[in-house]
């Protein structure tokens, strides 16, 4: 797939050389920097050197205060606390969390994760009822809630008291819960608005362990935070970045039970953990809980401290992803088919597929996959219980919520945002529905909404690529939305002897890193097999890139990883762009985009994707003011 390629400028150069000189760095890394509103040494420090120090107090939250004095009441009245967590990766870790920190504390607690096909998401009255029959006072939803008004009020019918922690959109009625923590929510002034939900319930956790007066217990659940913030695919910027950069060395000096279980089901135990391999390797795992069965087995072997146990739960969650994988890939290849037999027959805009005996589990991550086949808006249903149900998935740019409400007439239930939702529908509405979204999209789409972007940070030659920039790139990580792997550009490389297609369809070749020598590097394009044909030994291209590592039988050496490329004598249309002084504003609707084409009922990055590799142990040598070593 080719892309339009946008490059990031700057308003002035100045501010560019100035923190270059401060920090030490080269104008190539400081452009970067100053793209992603970090202008200062200061700034750069909090970027580069995150402290723990400087998380928000949890009480500028809106009703913390109130979420904390509840929570200690039943602390000291001995009163059954019941987390009701949801079955994706953020909810069962939250859950998990939660869990284990009451626990810590001495609480009578319990865990609640509802069934993904018979209760769906949120907070549902068959799980109060079940709640209360168990005799529980209060419930602690987490990354669920903000929109369960009734159940809330059922709740208290029951005589049960709810304090909700989310981090979703609030509906036009606030649930009447004992406390109702949410940033996002109307009239709450916390100052960092992207927490996932194990974030806010960190955030209550954090509230709790100051009121106690023992701050620093919470410091162990931060791996809990990172691989939430990663699998949610929350921005990795301000208070996230803070708490993944932690959260990911808890994991990686002591990992849980059940982690060490599921790494070495993946093949991962030898590895660093980064937010990548959060992101493919253990996040499907968990999902596939919820996806496969009963999302309660996460859970349990997320809170397992036996070794023994938690190998075998996480044996469990390694057999369902394997029949969740098995299943993606057979309605993946039957919904290519019939995607192509649509487009064959019209110049549709926006997908609309049906087949009423997929699998409910994947619908969402096929939908994805399909968005980034094709590059247009996609929705993909089966059937369950005698009414079409499925996923929606967007492109930047086209608001699919809006889409749906426009063509709301051959809908049964609808909800969710302006680059992923869910709906229901009778499967005889189907292709009345399909003609409806398409004809809004006809006047919504234009061709250049059809054609991906691919935002570039710097334009460099590659003779920049020495050791020390390398390290200084390493040290942007923790990437994700916000703050991705910089991308580079460059002009006239030319290519050294004759590429080769190596793996699944991936294209390999050697790029000559200057005209005095023979030094070259390797270069990959994953999926790229089928341009071959477009690149000639001795021609030269522009080339857009990731700098990265290889390792390959205990050698690692350094490899571009290519986006695109065209050829040098072929027109280059570069569509500049400027980031704003704080970065925040200009990048959100790349982050929204980038978030929410994965599956977000299961935040489950597609499989079309390889996974980057940070290294979130890079050395500590960087700031040095003046004085940089090698």
């Given at each position: 797939?080719?892309?339009r390629?946008?490059?990031?400028?700057?308003?002035?150069?100045n501010?560019?050389e100035?923190?270059a000189r401060?920090?030490n760095?080269p104008?190539?890394?400081a452009?970067?920097?100053?793209g992603?509103?970090i202008e200062?040494?200061?700034?750069?420090?909090e970027?580069?050197r995150?402290?723990?120090a400087d998380?928000?107090?949890?009480f500028?939250?809106?009703?913390?205060?109130?979420?904390?004095?509840?929570?200690?009441?039943?602390l000291?009245?001995g009163?059954?606390?019941a987390?009701?967590?949801?079955?994706?990766?953020?909810?069962?870790?939250?859950?998990?969390?939660?869990?284990l920190?009451?626990?810590?504390?001495g609480a009578t607690?319990?865990y609640?994760?509802?069934?993904r096909?018979?209760?769906?998401?949120g907070?549902?009255?068959l799980g109060?009822?079940r709640?209360?029959?168990?005799g529980?006072k209060?419930?602690?939803?987490?990354d669920?809630?903000?929109?369960?008004?009734?159940?809330?009020?059922?709740?208290?019918?029951k005589?049960?008291?709810?304090?909700?922690?989310?981090h979703?959109?609030?509906?036009?009625?606030i649930?009447?819960?004992?406390?109702?923590?949410d940033p996002?929510?109307?009239?709450?002034?916390?100052?960092?608005?992207?927490l996932?939900g194990?974030g806010?319930?960190f955030k209550?956790?954090q509230?709790?362990a100051?009121?106690?007066?023992k701050?620093?217990?919470?410091w162990?659940?931060l791996?809990f935070?990172?691989?939430?913030?990663a699998?949610d695919?929350?921005?990795?910027t301000?208070?996230?970045?803070?708490?993944v950069?932690?959260?990911?060395?808890?994991l990686?000096d002591?990992?849980?039970?059940?982690?060490?279980?599921?790494?070495?089901?993946?093949g991962?135990?030898s590895r660093?953990?980064?937010?990548s391999?959060?992101?493919f390797?253990?996040?499907p795992?968990?999902n596939?809980?919820?996806?496969m069965?009963?999302?309660n087995?996460?859970?349990?072997?997320?809170i397992?401290?036996?070794?023994i146990?938690?190998f075998?739960?996480?044996?469990e969650?390694?057999?369902?992803?394997?029949?969740r994988?098995s299943?993606?890939?057979?309605?993946?290849?039957?919904a290519?088919a019939?995607?192509?037999?649509l487009l064959?027959?019209?110049?549709?805009?926006?997908?609309?597929i049906?087949?009423?005996?997929?699998?409910?589990?994947?619908?969402?991550?096929v939908?994805?996959?399909?968005?980034?086949?094709?590059?247009m808006?996609?929705?993909?249903?089966t059937?369950?219980?005698?009414?079409a149900?499925g996923?929606?998935r967007?492109?930047?740019g086209?608001?699919?919520y809006?889409a749906?409400k426009?063509?709301?007439?051959?809908?049964?239930?609808f909800?969710?945002?302006?680059?992923?939702?869910?709906l229901?529908?009778r499967?005889?509405?189907?292709?009345?529905?399909?003609?409806?979204?398409?004809?809004?999209?006809?006047?919504?789409?234009?061709?250049?909404?059809?054609?991906?972007?691919?935002?570039?940070?710097?334009?460099?030659?590659?003779e920049?690529?020495?050791?020390?920039?390398f390290k200084l790139?390493?040290?942007?990580?923790p990437?994700?939305p916000?703050?991705?792997r910089?991308v580079?550009?460059t002009?006239?490389?030319?290519?050294?002897?004759?590429?080769?297609?190596?793996?699944?369809?991936?294209?390999?070749?050697r790029?000559?890193?200057?005209?005095?020598?023979a030094?070259?590097i390797?270069?990959i394009g994953f999926?790229?097999?089928?341009?071959?044909?477009?690149?000639?030994?001795?021609?030269?291209?522009?080339?857009?890139?990731?700098?990265?590592e290889n390792?390959?039988?205990?050698t690692v050496?350094k490899?571009?990883r290519?986006?695109?490329?065209?050829?040098?004598d072929e027109?280059?249309?570069?569509?500049?762009?400027?980031f704003?002084?704080t970065g925040?504003?200009?990048?959100?609707?790349l982050?929204e985009?980038?978030?929410t084409?994965?599956d977000?009922?299961g935040?489950?990055?597609s499989?079309?994707i390889?996974?980057?590799?940070?290294?979130?142990?890079?050395d500590?040598?960087f700031?040095?003011?003046?004085?940089?070593?090698?």
């Amino acid at each position: 797939m080719k892309y339009r390629w946008i490059l990031s400028t700057v308003p002035d150069e100045n501010v560019v050389e100035n923190l270059a000189r401060t920090i030490n760095v080269p104008e190539t890394i400081a452009k970067i920097l100053v793209g992603r509103g970090i202008e200062t040494f200061e700034s750069a420090r909090e970027f580069f050197r995150p402290n723990l120090a400087d998380l928000h107090d949890p009480f500028l939250m809106d009703g913390m205060d109130k979420a904390v004095e509840r929570s200690m009441r039943a602390l000291d009245a001995g009163e059954s606390i019941a987390i009701y967590g949801d079955y994706d990766v953020d909810g069962t870790n939250s859950a998990a969390m939660l869990y284990l920190f009451f626990k810590e504390l001495g609480a009578t607690v319990d865990y609640y994760i509802p069934d993904r096909f018979t209760e769906g998401y949120g907070v549902s009255r068959l799980g109060i009822d079940r709640l209360a029959e168990a005799g529980h006072k209060l419930i602690i939803t987490i990354d669920c809630g903000i929109t369960a008004v009734e159940q809330v009020r059922y709740a208290s019918e029951k005589g049960i008291d709810v304090i909700i922690c989310d981090h979703h959109e609030a509906g036009a009625e606030i649930p009447p819960a004992v406390a109702v923590l949410d940033p996002i929510k109307p009239g709450c002034d916390y100052p960092f608005k992207f927490l996932s939900g194990c974030g806010v319930g960190f955030k209550l956790i954090q509230g709790i362990a100051q009121t106690l007066g023992k701050p620093d217990i919470i410091w162990s659940y931060l791996d809990f935070v990172a691989i939430a913030a990663a699998a949610d695919i929350v921005p990795l910027t301000g208070e996230n970045r803070l708490l993944v950069t932690h959260g990911l060395r808890k994991l990686n000096d002591s990992p849980r039970a059940g982690i060490r279980g599921l790494l070495e089901c993946a093949g991962m135990n030898s590895r660093t953990l980064n937010t990548s391999q959060i992101v493919f390797g253990i996040a499907p795992r968990i999902n596939a809980a919820g996806r496969m069965g009963v999302a309660n087995r996460a859970v349990r072997m997320l809170i397992e401290d036996d070794e023994i146990q938690a190998f075998r739960q996480a044996q469990e969650l390694e057999t369902a992803n394997r029949e969740r994988r098995s299943i993606d890939e057979e309605t993946f290849a039957e919904a290519d088919a019939i995607a192509r037999e649509l487009l064959n027959q019209k110049d549709y805009r926006l997908l609309v597929i049906h087949n009423p005996d997929w699998h409910a589990g994947v619908i969402g991550i096929v939908a994805s996959r399909l968005v980034e086949r094709f590059y247009m808006p996609t929705v993909l249903m089966t059937t369950v219980d005698g009414i079409a149900k499925g996923s929606a998935r967007s492109i930047p740019g086209f608001d699919i919520y809006n889409a749906l409400k426009q063509c709301e007439e051959h809908i049964e239930q609808f909800g969710g945002h302006k680059y992923a939702a869910g709906l229901s529908v009778r499967e005889e509405n189907i292709p009345a529905l399909r003609t409806a979204l398409n004809d809004y999209a006809g006047g919504a789409i234009n061709e250049n909404m059809l054609t991906p972007e691919l935002y570039i940070d710097a334009e460099m030659t590659l003779e920049e690529i020495t050791p020390r920039f390398f390290k200084l790139v390493k040290q942007f990580a923790p990437f994700g939305p916000g703050n991705t792997r910089p991308v580079f550009m460059t002009r006239n490389a030319e290519i050294i002897g004759y590429p080769r297609i190596v793996g699944r369809d991936h294209l390999k070749f050697r790029v000559r890193l200057n005209e005095i020598d023979a030094s070259y590097i390797e270069a990959i394009g994953f999926g790229m097999g089928n341009r071959i044909g477009e690149l000639k030994a001795g021609k030269k291209f522009h080339l857009a890139f990731n700098i990265d590592e290889n390792e390959y039988r205990g050698t690692v050496t350094k490899q571009l990883r290519i986006h695109d490329f065209r050829t040098s004598d072929e027109e280059v249309e570069i569509f500049t762009i400027h980031f704003s002084s704080t970065g925040e504003e200009s990048r959100r609707e790349l982050k929204e985009a980038v978030g929410t084409n994965g599956d977000t009922s299961g935040k489950d990055a597609s499989k079309t994707i390889l996974p980057e590799e940070d290294d979130t142990t890079a050395d500590d040598t960087f700031f040095t003011h003046t004085i940089e070593t090698e």
